[in-house]
Structure formats: structure tokens, C-alpha cells
């Protein structure tokens, strides 16, 4: 129990671990982000938060009061009195090591985004309410930011505030395992019709029916299966050693310059021998496609379009794929093209690492085991929401 946790927890904690389901709303395009409805404080106040795999601390925009928040869909949350101080553990976590709070009473913290945006703001602990699959409504206090300075990145969505769920010690998977609430496993399961479910614990899914790969931690402190090769329409690119990571918090893949230059090319020259035509006129995203007609859907455009995948492994050998069907790397726009939702992450500043965004994770179960330290996939139908089982240890 690093945390303190309250005695009914601990209790819990005897009896069994259970799990935690939630509902996600949203989509990659056109809304361009994803959210998750919680309740927190005493009594109760929703919120809606980003699920963000690529980073651990949760905070909401807080009326410390508020230096610069951005526009939110609900009031600033008010802050509980309950404030973390330096000492804690949970605030190392939070800060880098050569840091130091002016106050000891209480822990400052600053996130930064990969997309330039960041929250600035101070440690605290309040109930979040949660319901468990085992059927009971747990309200554990748990570590949170009151962000109370917030800049926007270039991919800033309108909500509430971030829910962490990356794996260190800040994270909130982190704290309700310490807690004995759940293991700490996280996964999510997006839709490409929109929507979807996030969960945390392990009794949400068969493992025996996805691939699993070692998480890699040496290189990144996101999760990460490691060093993949690119693969087009079953053959190998050529383009080996891309460091990949999966973030939720980002709604389309980034492939460093290389391998992204590779694809475009190898696109483009297939495209060559179809109807299909640049379209300059379209800026959704930076590469578009127009054909005789405005397409509808996907899969008005699959047949022109080859399957991509990551292809990870150990010591040379590689074992396991990461299907990227064109369905998780295109979308068609509101003029009626497709465009490629892989874009280049050197442009914006991601020189060593590609990212697995939302788009190419749909419709599929993907879990963090940080227990065991791997990562899994398989394909899922993500609208239908599971109950999940309660496991008595
Ligand atoms: C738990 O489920 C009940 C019934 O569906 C719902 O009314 C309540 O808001 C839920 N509580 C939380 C914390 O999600
Ligand atoms: C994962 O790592 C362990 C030990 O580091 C190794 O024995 C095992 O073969 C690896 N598994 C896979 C699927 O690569
Ligand atoms: C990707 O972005 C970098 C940096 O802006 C640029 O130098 C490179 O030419 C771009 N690659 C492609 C294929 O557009």
C-alpha cells in the first residue's frame, strides 16, 4: 500500500480484484478525438477526459484559480484540500529528479505533449467513482493534477482534462493496482464507427486469442513491442528498426521520415495505375486522393489500397505482426477523397519514434500488461461493451 489506501480498498483487496470498464465517445475524423466520462470529487462531478496511453498523470482544468484554461464541457473542477506533498512518492513520480518544489506542502507538476501542449499545475487527491465488474461502486482517492495552466498543442481537444494511462507510478492503472482495486493491465478497444470502451484490470478479454509481444523499456518509457519492420501488401519495404510506441492520445500514426517517405512512394506508385488522382484541393490532411465519384466509405476505396503491417521480433527474428488494414490508415473526407491517415512524424518533431495512433488501433483489443510486461492484440468488435467477470482470488 505505497498510497494509503482507505480501508474498504484494502479490504477489497482481500476479497478480490476485479476490473474496470469504461465508455468511450468520439472518433478519428471528423471529431478527431476520443473522450471518457468520469465522476469525480465529493459530491460527484463529471467529467470528460482524454484516454492517453502516451502519458500517466490525470488532471482535470482546475480553478486554482485558473491562470489559462481552455474551453471545457463542463465548470473547472474546484479542488479538494487534500494536497500531495513533496515527500510523497507519487510526486516523484511526477517530477524530474533535479527539480525542486519551493513548498514542501505541496507538489508542483508540468506535463508536456509530443504535440507542443502542456498543464502546469499542483498534486492533489480526490475520489473517483468508479464501477466494477465484480458489481460493486468503489470511490478511491487517487493522486491527480489540478491543472490550473494549460497551452494548447496542435492537436488540442476541447475537454476537460487528460486521463492518464501510461505506465508509471502516476498513473491512475498504477495507483488502483496499489491500491488492490485491479491489476495493473489497461487496454482499450475503439471502434471505427466511433466509440468504444476502455478498461482497466484483466478480466476483460481472452488472452489465449491475441498475439503478445514484450513490451520493450529500454528505449521508451511509452509502451512499446520495439523495433518493427515495415511491411507493404505482404512484402518487406526494407525499412527495418522503426522504434514504435502506442499512444492513445494521438488520433492518427506517425511514421518518421524514412519509412514515411517509403510508404508514400510505394502509394503513389501503385495509385499510378488507378483512377484515383492527387487531390491538391483537399487540406484535411496532407495527402488526399480523389476518384471519378466522391467515395462514401472505406470501402469504396479497399480494393486500391494494400494492407500494411508492423512486423516485431526478437533477436532478428521476427514473430509478431500488427496488421494495418487500409481501413486503419485512411479516412474519406468531407469532400468525398481518402487520405492517408499516416503522417510524417519528423515534420512535427518525432525523430525517433513512429506512433501507433487511434486510427490504426481500431477495432481491435489492445492490451498493456504491465504485470507482465507485454503488450496484445486482436481483432475485437469494439461497439459491443462486455461485462466482464469477477474473479474471486
Ligand atoms: C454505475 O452504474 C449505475 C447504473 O448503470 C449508474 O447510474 C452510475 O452512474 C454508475 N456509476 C459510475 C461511477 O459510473
Ligand atoms: C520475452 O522476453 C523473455 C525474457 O526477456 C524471453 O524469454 C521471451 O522469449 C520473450 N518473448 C517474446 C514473445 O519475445
Ligand atoms: C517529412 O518532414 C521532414 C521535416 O519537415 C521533411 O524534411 C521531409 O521531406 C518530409 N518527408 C516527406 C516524405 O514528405
Redesign the pocket.
Known sequence: MLFGASSSSVYSHRIMVSSIILPVYGNVYPRGFYYVPVLVGDPPRPYFLDPDTGSDLTWLQCDAPCVRCTRAPHPLYKPSSDLIPCRDPLCAAVQPEYYRSETPEQCDYEVEYADGGSSLGVLLRDAMHFNLTNGLTQSPRLGIGCGYDQIPGSSHHPLDGVLGLGKGKASIVSQLSDQGLTRNVVGHCLSARGGGYIFIGDQVYDSSRMVWTNSSSGYTKHYSPGFAELVYGRRTTGVENLLVIFDSGSSYTYFA?EA??TL??LLTRDLHRTSLKDATDDDTL?VCWKGRRPFKSIRDVKKYFKPLALSFGDGGRYASHYDIPPENYLIISMKGNVCLGIL????VGLQNYNIIGDISMQDKMIVYDNEKTMIGWGSANCEKIPKGKAVAL
Do not use: C
Not at 510524417?344 to 515534420?347: A, K, L, P, R, Y
Open positions: 521520415s514515411y517517405h508514400v512512394s496532407p510524417n512524424g519528423t515534420e
